[in-house]
């Protein structure tokens, strides 16, 4: 058996020692760093026998267990593993275990007496890189090269996937972050028509976030709830600024045009994809627990957990800011009527997070 990492004299691409001075220079030796489970002594030195006659500066380092093989792998790179196969105990099987638990991309060269060609099939199977019957050793070298380049080209081409993944990540994230702009503007650009509610967008949605994390929405859907409540109000660039901005009480004919806004706003976001995963609070957010509110009359667990979630947000921004015909309630006058609207306009259970989110992030309340 060789020594951990002992290195086997340089020999010629014929076998014979390097010659003596004056001679002609031979070819560079590859460095190969393997890490070796024996089988027999004989083979190991028939192995680097060979290896080095293919042309192989080749380092061996034993290994006889699988914590040894662990430690091993820790404590750096190889070039490759070659694994007697054994019927029991440890070899090239339980290697290959470790190998592909450990996510580690390290060919493996399985060593097969002449009655173990149906466990090399399943050592194949189990990711093994090839296997080479005993008797066959001195073909080493060719079978060598064949796995060092498939392992090389593999590597390449993983490193290649890799980059255009990332490439591609940038891109999605610059055309996110260009979609979040649009929206962005949108919404300012729908705060600033009505100068009462300047900024309530912006609150709104931040705080509708805050809550729907609270109550376990994933942070993928968290980015489709606040474009959603950035746009509550998109379908309002369809009324009349004589609708919209009237000082005075709608008469019934102009609360049926303002009533339409939701229904504007899914003709308006449905034909744009990226948009259509965040339409549930421009349509939904009227909508009311007790089945009262439009477009639909949609009642409890109808209504998209969304738009339930960004009723209560936005009532609370609503009541909370101050109007040129009112002042804006107190947190604790807020807190009550909440309460008050629990089961009829809204979720109990938004209701209830709301009140513990209230309770716990001062920035709610101001």
């Known amino acids: 058996m060789f020594d951990s990492d002992h290195a086997p004299r340089s020999v010629s691409s014929t076998g014979s020692p390097w010659p003596h001075a004056g001679c002609a220079r031979p070819r560079p030796f590859r460095p190969l760093h393997v890490l070796l489970i024996p089988g027999d002594a004989r083979d190991d030195a028939l192995l680097a026998r060979e290896l080095a006659a293919g042309g192989y500066a080749t380092s061996l380092s034993a290994v006889d267990s ?10 750096r790179a190889w070039d490759l593993l070659i694994a007697d196969l054994v019927p029991e105990g440890f070899g090239a099987l339980a290697a290959l275990e470790i190998i592909q638990a450990s996510h580690i991309d390290l060919p493996v060269l399985v060593v097969a007496g002449a009655r173990g060609e149906d466990r090399a099939v399943h050592a194949m199977r189990a990711g093994a890189s090839d296997y080479l019957a005993r008797n066959r050793l001195v073909t080493i070298g060719p079978i060598v090269d064949r796995i060092l380049k498939e392992s090389a080209e593999r ?7 890799r980059a255009a993944r990332e490439r591609e990540q940038q891109a999605l994230l610059e055309l996110a972050t260009a979609y979040d702009a649009t929206v962005e503007g949108w919404s300012r650009a729908l705060d600033l028509r009505d100068h009462e509610t300047e900024g309530h967008s912006r609150r709104v949605a931040e705080v509708t976030v805050k809550l729907a994390r609270r109550m376990g929405v994933s942070e993928i859907d968290l980015v489709h709830i606040r474009r959603g409540a950035l746009l509550h109000d998109i379908g309002k660039i369809g009324v009349p600024d004589a609708v919209l901005l009237k000082p005075a009480a709608l008469t019934p004919a102009e609360w049926i045009i303002m009533r339409r806004h939701p229904e504007l706003a899914r003709e308006l976001l449905a034909p744009i994809e990226y948009l259509r995963p965040a339409l549930d609070i421009p349509y939904c957010h009227h909508e009311k627990w007790d089945g009262t509110g439009y477009p639909r009359g949609l009642q409890g667990t109808e209504i998209p957990l969304a738009a339930r979630i960004f009723a209560a947000a936005d009532i609370w921004d609503a009541i909370r800011s101050d109007r040129p015909y009112r002042k804006g309630w107190s947190t604790e006058a807020g807190r009550v009527h909440m309460m008050t609207l629990s ?5 109990p259970a938004v209701v209830a997070a709301f009140l513990d989110l209230l309770a ?3 920035s709610v309340g101001r």
Not at 155 to 161: K, L, P, S, V, Y
């Open 343 to 347: 089961g009829t306009h809204l979720d």
């Open 155 to 161: 590597r390449t081409r993983q490193e290649a996937e």
């Open 66 to 75: 699988p914590s040894a093989l662990h430690a091993r792998l820790e404590r």
């Open 360 to 362: 716990e992030d001062d």
